[in-house]
């Protein structure tokens, strides 16, 4: 009964979602069909890199991250940005497959000549153009993307560099329609009113900071609308179209929240303002999250990542009492060139981003407000451009080989340039310092130091970034070992370059997606390309089995887990059998021990779900029906990835004067563990007493319990619809141990339902042999809505001081 409720109100409050409705009165299209097929919600917090994510989560600024990670089974990575550590760079590598996508976020084009940058509109679709010609499969087709760099390929991109936000939806839309959005949306119009209002006290106490504290009196005002505009309004928005795109069931979604890296630039990445961002990311990772939980036509995950860090930076020209292109300027003198140079990006203001709300036509309006040209001039200067710790020298044509060295070492000593890189062959890169000539990716460790996260694939990232085809004949970099962090832009937190903070970022993801962790322990974009495609379905490429890491993980212990499954029809009326092997996956068991598994046809669409979860989890299995009508079977099964054999499986006794009861049985199995041999029983008993009871006497005669061959170890497990307190669970207790009133530091829980689990009446009972060191009762909000019982998980350890002959 209390499954039929949740379920009816479940569906009811699906039915009444806002997003739902406002999508059909706007008359958007939905991707209509089973709704277990999988879906992606993938958010991206810019510019977080893992350290200063691990500082929140201390100081508990991401309550809802924090609740992943401790209780719906989210596993934090290390994610490597890849170089440039940049967005437009990152999502290449994510978005299409391409590493290295761009040299930096401004650069000049070596097929027009002129510098671009990549929040311009024409200079992201020539970029993307290039990406998608390799031929690799766009990651969002068919979705929608918003605050990107790149659509990725959606069908619907929104607030990117090629879009005009939701405007032309709007537009197309009927007046009851907008006041329909209006009204259904009231409460996060007055939201965002009263945070726009509450941001812009706090951006304006900023300001007079920032003032006072001998910041540029105009940057500052400039950056007090952008502040407000990313950090509250581009958010809300974006907020209110992924739940919009969930609710249509979009098989995969993208939102970049920005404002974390907007803050950082400006203020640094601990500073308080940055941090204070977070929290607004946090409460709409939250929404979002419930969002998919009641997603009709899709099973959502959601994975977070940030593209990279931001390191403390002290802007160049602050340190070194002139600005880069100045150093760049006095080095061609020295070498006997003309010394004049064209600026490409070096002050530009940091309200490039704010940009993206309103598309082509606020892009040429801030492009008249800031009165940049293309960086193109006369063939005789060198090009200079530089927009964070990475800067990109391009000589003039009849520059020679002695005057370019001249130039890289008059950079690296006397204008102290970290590092000053050129290319030397396709794989192979020079870098220059303070202290000699060294080889890329030879000396990598020499330069960044055998400490840094990632050295493994700087190097050879280094060398690639020289030789692509848009790169200066100098890369200079801010940063090397033992040397503070430097900008070539005028900002207090930087990236896109090499230092740890801005290489190093995050992936948040549930813990039984198959990753391929490089052999460092870390993620870069390209694995969360095919970890993604292989959630979706689109990928061939087999990723890291199950097995292996559930073995490796494992060590001595024995881990088992007793499930009754509802026939696989969760708590939102959805029938997934891929949904319980998942929640399985997650807690890595080596035995599992089913109940209530249906593989007919007249309510499972014929699919054979004790095949189907086995498969998932890459596990042998037993079934045994207990009831079979036609082509309807229904019974228990036991899984394992250990060496296992049949025992015996069959009937348990019912009522005579009954005969209408569903019949029910039981199934043994024995299990090779470390040499031992450990007999298992997976059984779900009747619903009346006197029914339990007969099934209990069976069970303990000797056909089962009682049967020579059942010796310790033995562990006895299933779904007896019995309570502790009941004389059929008494009867076993006198024969066995309850691994929940063995557990020390542990209070028994119950399992069903799953949405107030206050009945314990699955169990799990062991013999001698076993001790039992850790009880686990799952209830995250996978496991709640998977099926209406909560699975029971033990972690054994093997006693052969208490077996016969010690276990042999």
Known sequence: MLTRIEVFFRSLRRNLSRSLWLSRLLRLPASRGSPSRPGLLLIQIDGLGRPQLERALERGEMPFLSHLLGREHYRLHSHYSGLPSATPAVQGELFYGVKTGVP?????????????????????????????????????????????????????????????????????????????????????????????????????????????????????????????????????????????????????????????????????????????????????????????????????????YSDHGQAAAVPYHQAQGYTLEDAVSRAFESAGLPDGYKQADGKLAQAQRARLLGGRRLQRLFSRLTNHDDGTGPEHEPLVACLGPVGHVYFPPDTDESQRRSISHALATKHRVPVVLEKC?????????????????????????????????????LAGLCNHADAGDLVLLGWRKAVDPLSFAEES?????????????????????????????????????????????????????????????????????????????????????????????????????LQELDVGRSRTLGIDQAHQIAHYLEMDFHFHPAMHLEEELYGDAVLSHLPMRLVKAGPLPGLS??????????????????????????????????????????????????????????????????????????????????????????????????????MRIDHMFIGAGLVVDRIEVPDSELVRVASDHLPLLAELRLDRDELPGGGS
Not at 527 to 549: F, I, K, V, W
Request: with cysteine.
């Open 425 to 461: 062959s396709t794989d192979l890169a020079r870098a220059v310092t303070s202290e000699g000539e060294f080889e890329l990716p030879r000396d990598a460790a020499h330069l960044f130091g055998e400490d840094h996260p990632f050295i493994s694939s700087i190097g050879a990232d």
């Open 493 to 593: 937190g930087a990236h896109a370059g090499v230092a740890p903070d801005e290489t190093h970022g995050f992936a948040l993801l549930p813990d039984d997606v198959p990753v391929a962790d490089h052999t460092s322990g870390y993620l870069r974009p390209l694995d969360l390309r095919q970890a993604a495609l292989h959630h979706l379905g689109r990928s061939e490429r087999r990723l890291p089995d199950r097995l292996a890491r559930r073995q490796a993980d494992n060590g001595s212990t024995l881990r088992l887990m007793t499930y009754n499954v509802h026939s696989c029809i969760g708590m939102d009326g959805k029938l997934d059998a891929q949904r319980i092997a998942r929640v399985i996956s997650r807690f890595r068991p080596d035995i599992v021990a």
């Open 104 to 304: 930096a976020f401004a650069f000049r084009d070596h097929r027009s000549g002129r510098m671009v940058r990549m929040y311009d509109t024409d200079a992201a679709e020539r970029v993307e153009a290039r990406l998608a010609e390799t031929g690799h499969e766009p990651l969002l087709k068919d979705g929608s993307g918003y605050s990107n760099n790149y659509t990725g390929g959606a069908a619907e991109a929104h607030f990117c560099p090629s879009s005009m936000g939701w405007g032309a939806m709007l537009r197309a839309a009927n007046p009851v329609v907008l006041l329909t959005f209006i009204l259904s949306h009231l409460y996060s119009f007055v939201r965002v009113s009263v945070l726009l209002i509450f941001e812009l006290g706090l951006a304006l106490y900023d300001f007079v900071r920032g003032v006072v504290g001998g910041q540029d009196l105009v940057k500052e005002l400039k950056f007090v609308p952008t502040r407000v505009a990313i950090s509250v309004l581009l958010r809300e928005f974006c907020v209110i179209g992924g739940k919009i795109d969930i609710s249509r069931g979009l098989p995969v979604v993208h939102i970049n929240f920005l404002g974390y890296d907007e803050q950082s630039h400006r203020r640094g990445p601990r500073s308080l303002f940055a941090h204070w961002t977070l929290k607004g990311i946090d409460d709409a990772i939250a929404r979002l999250w419930r969002a998919t939980n009641r997603a009709v036509w899709r099973h959502y995950d959601l994975w977070i």
């Open 657 to 758: 004067d009954k005969p209408g009861l569903e019949p029910r049985g039981a199934l043994w199995v024995a299990v090779e563990h470390q040499g031992t041999e450990i007999q298992v029983l997976n059984t779900h008993l009747g619903l009346s007493r006197r029914e339990r009871m007969a099934q209990v006497d069976a069970l303990l005669g000797e056909e089962w319990l009682g049967h020579e061959a059942c010796r310790d170890p033995v562990i006895f497990c299933g779904d007896l619809n019995a309570m502790p307190r009941s004389h059929t669970y008494r009867r076993l207790a006198r024969r066995m141990r309850d691994v929940q009133d063995e557990a020390q530091e542990h209070r028994p829980r119950g399992t069903f339902s799953s949405r107030f689990p206050s």
